[in-house]
Every structure is written in C-alpha cells, then in structure tokens.
C-alpha cells in the first residue's frame, strides 16, 4: 500500500486526487494538507507527496520532501524558470516527478506531437491553441507550454525567444521561425490542447480534450506510485508510462 499526502487537498484538483485514491488498489491518502495545515507535522508517515497548489508553494514543499527523503509529485503549473530551477536543484536529493499534464491521453498526445512535427517539417505552421476554465489563474497552460516546448525543440527554436503569443494590431505576415500560442478562458472547460500544423493546401490538428480531472488525477497517483523506491532524480509521465 502505498501511502499519499495530498498538498491542496480542498481545490478542485485535490477532491479529484483524494476521490480517485479512495477508488485505487494499493494506494491510501495517508494526510491532506491545504492552506493553514502543517505538512511539516504529517509527512513522516507517508510514503509520497502530491502537490497540486499555487506556483509559490512548491518550493517549500520541495524542501521538506527532500528533508525527509520523500518523492514529490508537482502537478502544479506556472513556475517562472528561476522558480523551476531552485526546485528541480533537490532532484540530486529525491526522486520528482514533474509533468505539466499528468493524463494518459495528453501524453500520447505530447508523443505524436514530435512525431507529426518531424514527419510534416518545416513546410509546416505550427501554432497551440488551449481552453480552459474562467478560474485558472496561469497561461498559457502548462501543457500548452509543455507542446511549444516540443516544438521548439523538433524546430531547433527557442520557447522563450520563438513563441508568439496571442496576435494583436499591424502584426504584418506571419514569418516561418514563429510558434503562435493561444489561450482561450470560461465556463468549466477542464483542458482543451490543439496543436495546428499548417501547410500549402493540407491542415492537420491534433487535439485532447479532457472532460473530467479524473484523468489527471489517476495519471499522479500513478506516478506516486511509480516514484516510491526510484533513485533520486527528475522524472515526467513519459518515463512513468515508459514512452520516453
Ligand atoms: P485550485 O485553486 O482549485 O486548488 C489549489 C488548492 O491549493 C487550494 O485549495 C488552495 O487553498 C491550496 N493551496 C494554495 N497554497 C497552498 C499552500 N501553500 N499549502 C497548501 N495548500 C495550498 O486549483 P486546481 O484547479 O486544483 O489546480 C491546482 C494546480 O494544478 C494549478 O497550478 C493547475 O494549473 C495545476 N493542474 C495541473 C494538472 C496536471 O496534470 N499537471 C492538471 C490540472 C491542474
């Protein structure tokens, strides 16, 4: 049995974790922790944190993993690279396993990404459109970010310095070297991922859409799971599913 504490226990994300845990063989939600409890005083008696917050609270969680040698899974989104940095630094300390999008299909999704971007090459526009709900407070998404990323990298570009985000006025014609990036907000959209690629006469799009956080949810406690007894290191859902 493999025992979880769930960081952000009463947002949307963490009922989702601690509904999917109580229906899972083999795991047990050893604690939950939101805002005013102290993980500090539980994590001794579990075997693993899941951490699904805000941005500013990762790193401290971070911290008292590695203090009490537990592995971490952050499912949280919208760390600046700084942030992400001095996190990933305790990766020499415990095992972390970090994934924009913890769901089955995304992953596939992030796989055929490369895939169709190699096949169809650089003849190809390449933009990300998501949607999500009127209450997320980062964009563009995590996993939008994640499939620029991949982009980025089948294109020898830069995230940083190559996407285009959102257009806007005289933006004059679109060039080849760009990577357009998309958010769309409202209603309860749980996560909505389109990756266009556009030629001379052909489109294609590869889309995820997930209708519940379930799929989100089941994916970490897997990966919690998963992390217990790995050596230290920094680890994604492609290595949990073996797609890496
Ligand atoms: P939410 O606002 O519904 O819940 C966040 C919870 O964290 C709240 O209950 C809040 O009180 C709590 N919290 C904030 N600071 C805390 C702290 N210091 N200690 C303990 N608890 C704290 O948000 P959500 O929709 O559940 O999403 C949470 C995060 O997960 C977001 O960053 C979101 O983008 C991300 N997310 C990731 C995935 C994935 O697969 N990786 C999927 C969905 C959401």
Not at 155 to 171: A, L, P, Q, T
Not at 173 to 178: L, Y
Request: proline letters at 2%.
């Amino acid at each position: 049995m493999t025992k979880v504490i769930i960081n952000g226990s009463k947002g949307r994300m963490g009922q989702a974790l601690i509904d999917c845990a109580n229906r899972m063989d083999g795991v047990e939600v050893a604690a939950q922790v939101d805002m005013g409890d102290a993980l500090a005083d539980v994590i001794a008696d579990a075997d693993a944190v899941i951490d699904f917050t805000l941005k500013d609270a990762t790193l401290d969680v971070a911290k008292l993993c590695a203090a009490n040698k537990k592995p971490l899974v952050i499912g949280t989104t919208g760390h600046e690279d700084d942030e992400r940095a001095q996190i990933t630094s305790l990766q020499s300390e415990i095992p972390i396993v970090w994934a924009s999008n913890f769901s089955t299909g995304v992953n596939t999704l992030f796989w055929l990404t490369r895939k169709a971007a190699e096949i169809l090459g650089p003849d190809f526009d390449l933009e990300v459109v998501e949607m999500h709900h009127r209450h997320k407070v980062d964009a563009p998404s995590g996993t939008a970010r994640t499939l620029g990323e991949i982009l980025c990298d089948v294109r020898d570009k830069s995230y940083n310095d190559d996407i285009r985000h959102g257009r806007e006025g005289m933006v004059g014609a679109r060039t080849s070297e760009e990577i357009g990036m998309h958010s769309l907000r409202g209603g309860s959209v749980v996560g909505d991922h389109t990756v266009v690629y556009a030629g001379d006469g052909a489109r294609v799009e590869l889309s995820h859409k997930a209708a519940s956080r379930d799929t989100f949810a089941n994916g970490a406690l897997r990966a919690a799971v998963w992390a217990v007894g790995k050596s230290p290191g920094l680890y994604d859902m492609q290595n949990v599913l073996g797609l890496e």
